[in-house]
Each structure stands twice: as structure tokens, then as C-alpha cells.
């Protein structure tokens, strides 16, 4: 007789608060592609992010450890659409943010096992279960600073969920429109390295 197994994510063990967590050390530039209009230092609280508490008591500021990853976390969601809106791009900036020493709870290699979980916290949808990890992670006693995560969209990316604690301080570094100065050569790098398209503004 085979054994059945679900897809789903496993929801967090009821020991998890007495396995140690498998805590990165994280320093120095984090990026976010983000609405201009809008604050970079965004801790939600609405239940939209895969990490975002399901209690909605603490915010969740989500960024990546690189600027290219960023940029595939907000443009490269559609599947269906090989193309790029020329607005999108013209309302949205790419902001680096400076941490001191942060330690975060390491949800890319071998310490997704010590923890009863697999790679599919990376990719679940809805985001009820991965909530109930962030909560979970949140909770622990090691006070992790946030979560580390692959990419759904290209996951040789990493990004992190910050947690809003008291305490924790983050700067801007440096702020610029995708579409401004410097950074618009960047930002057709990124486009022409997944073979998009710029649908322009008519």
C-alpha cells in the first residue's frame, strides 16, 4: 500500500519553541523595489505577505539581500506576461538599507529539517500556514530578528522578513527611481535578463 502525503506545508511542530533556531547573522545592505509615493520602511500588517503575522500585531518589513532580487520580487509575479509596464517601472524606486547586526532564522538549507520543514515555506499559497511560521518563529525565545527565504520567482534569490521589534533600527541609504539617472541602465539590465518587453505609456 503506497503512502499518501500532502503538498501542503506542515504547519510548525508543537515543540518548536525547544529546538534550537538555525539563526544567519546579517549586516550591512538590504534592498527594496517599492512604490515611490510610498514609505520604504514599510512594516505590514494587513495579511498580504507570505510572513505577515496572522494575528496582524506586528508588522513585517520585507527586502533582499540583493538589488537584482528585489527586482524580481515585484516584476516577475505574472507568469502569463512577458512585458513590463513602463508606469510600473516609472513609480517605483530601488532603496538600499543599511542594518547593524541582525540574526534571523535561516529557512534556506539544512536547518529547514531541524525545524520539521521544507522548502514549500517558500512557495505556499494562500499564506495561512507560513503566517503561522512567522508567528511561531517570532515567538521563540531565541528572539530571531526576522525570517531568510528563497525566491518563488527565481530562487537562487534570498529575501528576509523583518520583524518589527522594539529596538531595531534600519537606514536609508540611498533612494532612486528605476527609471532615473544611474539606476535606468540597471533596471533594463534586469528586463532584458528575463527577455521582458516595455509596454510605454500611451
Same mark, same amino acid.
Not at 514609505?39 to 503575522?53: L, Q, T
Not at 500556514?129 to 534569490?157: K, M, V
Given at each position: 500500500?503506497g ?10 511542530p ?5 529546538r534550537?533556531?538555525p539563526?544567519?547573522?546579517?549586516? #550591512?545592505?538590504?534592498?527594496r523595489?517599492?512604490?515611490?509615493a ?9 495579511g ?7 494575528l ?6 520585507? %527586502?533582499a ?36 547586526s541582525?540574526h534571523? %532564522?535561516? *529557512?534556506? #538549507? ?9 522548502? @514549500?515555506?517558500? =512557495? ?16 521563540h ?7 531568510i ?7 537562487q534569490? @534570498?529575501?528576509? %522578513? ?5 529596538g ?9 527611481? *528605476? ?5 535606468? =541602465?540597471?533596471t ?15
Amino acid at each position: 500500500m503506497g503512502v499518501s502525503s500532502s503538498s501542503k506545508l506542515p504547519l510548525p511542530p508543537a515543540d518548536l519553541a525547544s529546538r534550537s533556531l538555525p539563526l544567519r547573522r546579517i549586516q #550591512g545592505s538590504l534592498f527594496r523595489v517599492h512604490r515611490s509615493a510610498s514609505k520604504w520602511a514599510y512594516f505590514g500588517k494587513c495579511g498580504d505577505g507570505r510572513f505577515d503575522d496572522p494575528l496582524k500585531r506586528y508588522g513585517v518589513l520585507y %527586502a533582499a539581500l540583493k538589488p537584482e532580487a528585489a527586482f524580481a520580487e515585484v516584476f516577475l509575479r505574472q507568469l502569463s506576461l512577458m512585458l513590463v509596464l513602463e508606469s510600473d517601472l516609472q513609480e517605483r524606486s530601488l532603496s538600499e538599507i543599511t542594518c547593524k547586526s541582525i540574526h534571523c %532564522a535561516d *529557512l534556506t #538549507g539544512s536547518g529547514l529539517r531541524r525545524l520539521s520543514c521544507d522548502n @514549500r515555506v517558500s =512557495a505556499e499559497r494562500p499564506y495561512h500556514t507560513t503566517g503561522c511560521w512567522s508567528r511561531a518563529i517570532f515567538e521563540h525565545t531565541q528572539r530571531p530578528d526576522g525570517i531568510i527565504y528563497l525566491s518563488r520567482h527565481n530562487p537562487q534569490f @534570498r529575501y528576509v %522578513a523583518l520583524f518589527e521589534r522594539r529596538g531595531r533600527r534600519f537606514t536609508l541609504k540611498s533612494s532612486q527611481g *528605476l527609471l532615473s539617472g544611474s539606476c535606468r =541602465a540597471w533596471t533594463i539590465r534586469q528586463i532584458k535578463k528575463y527577455k521582458l518587453a516595455i509596454q510605454p505609456v500611451t
